[in-house]
């Protein structure tokens, strides 16, 4: 929680949350709210999924957090810093940036460089050839942007933003209008950028990239903030369940409850309505061997994982693009 006191606490920068917003709002001209007094709180270190459908106020979000709109109210602080000190730290990919095509990758990065006044000029070369070799653009340098996969293309502007030492990058959906193999490109590109310390802030209307990639997630609904919190708390109370189906209903749950299994329960009053409990940490193949070891007729079996899916579509009261 922000401490009451200094606006955003008393804790030395860098061990503050590497964002932190209170009460972040944007109303546009016109009276359209498209963001709604938004408390956000990014750990350092976190792939964090900024998920919403479209139109939710992600783009408005960022665009404030970056100081390139400002804010009708509220307050928000990168890297536990001021925005000035803050930003040369921090990378972003808000709207691609405009490549040459007839230009090689590395004569795109040079340029992108020189329009950066706070950028070093004598590191250049060394910069721009770390940046590519970040997101893996090494061997392609010297080729012309427009012989490039849309992949290649996300992961030179990916590159872009890496042009200096990054604590936090914030990336507005990078995958957006990639194919599937491009999508995957940037995908393992962001988790190999965390994996090296940097925090992703990355937006996303797909819940399963958000799944695959990220450890946190907020979800935002209409400019509101409904939830926020890791991966395993946002799914939190939904816990995996084995189901049997099997017309022995009594055998079956004396051996689910000898396995020490919680919740366990027969799933209709029937015989053959079959039972379930849940999982907890024993493994699934232990359970249907002890059922059939003690002669259970299984004619059945399943492990039900919790699904995001349900968890932001109640959240939201919307159905999310899942096949991303
Ligand atoms: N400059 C603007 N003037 C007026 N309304 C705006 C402006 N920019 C965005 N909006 C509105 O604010 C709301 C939030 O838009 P925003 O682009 O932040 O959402 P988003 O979640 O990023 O969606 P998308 O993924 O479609 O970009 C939308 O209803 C949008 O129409």
């Given amino acids: 929680m922000l401490d009451a006191g200094a606006p955003f606490g008393a804790a030395p920068p860098s061990a503050r949350p590497a964002i932190v917003t209170r009460g972040l709002t944007k109303r546009f001209r016109g009276g359209q709210v498209a963001v709604d007094a938004l408390d956000l709180s990014v750990p350092r270190g976190a792939v964090y999924g900024f998920l919403g459908p479209n139109g939710s106020g992600k783009t408005t979000t960022i665009r404030m957090l970056l100081g390139l709109v400002a804010p009708t109210s509220g307050e928000h602080e990168l890297l536990g810093l001021p925005l000035g000190e803050a930003l040369p730290r921090v990378g972003a990919l808000v709207e691609g940036p405009a490549f040459y095509p007839y230009l090689s990758g590395e004569a795109n990065l040079r340029r992108f460089d020189a329009a950066d006044p706070a950028a070093p000029r004598a590191t250049v070369r060394r910069r721009v050839a ?14 012309r942007y427009r012989t490039y996969s849309l992949g290649m293309r996300q992961r030179l ?59 946190h997630a907020a979800v935002m609904r209409a400019g509101r903030l409904v939830a926020q919190g890791s991966m395993a708390s946002l799914g939190g109370g939904q816990v995996p369940r084995v189901r049997v189906r099997t017309p022995d209903t009594a055998d079956a749950l004396r051996v689910l409850r000898s396995l020490g299994l919680a919740d366990v329960r027969a799933d209709g009053p029937e015989p053959g309505d079959g039972v ?13 061997a002890a059922l059939v070891g003690e002669g259970v007729a299984v004619r059945g079996f399943a492990v039900e994982r919790p699904s995001l899916e349900d968890v932001f579509v109640r959240l939201t009261g919307e159905g999310f693009d899942v096949d991303g």
């Fill in 157 to 215: 502007a990916i590159a872009a933003a890496l042009l200096g030492p990054r604590e936090l990058l914030i990336l507005d959906e990078p995958t957006n209008g990639l194919d599937p193999q491009g999508t995957r490109e940037v995908r393992s590109l962001v988790k190999e950028i965390a994996a090296g310390g940097t925090t992703v802030f990355v937006s996303s209307h797909l819940l399963a990239e958000v799944e695959q990639m990220c450890t």
């Fill in 130 to 143: 770390e940046a590519l070799d970040r997101v893996g653009l090494t061997a392609a340098a010297a080729k």
């Fill in 276 to 288: 379930s409990a849940e999982l907890g940490g024993v493994a699934p193949e232990r359970v249907n």
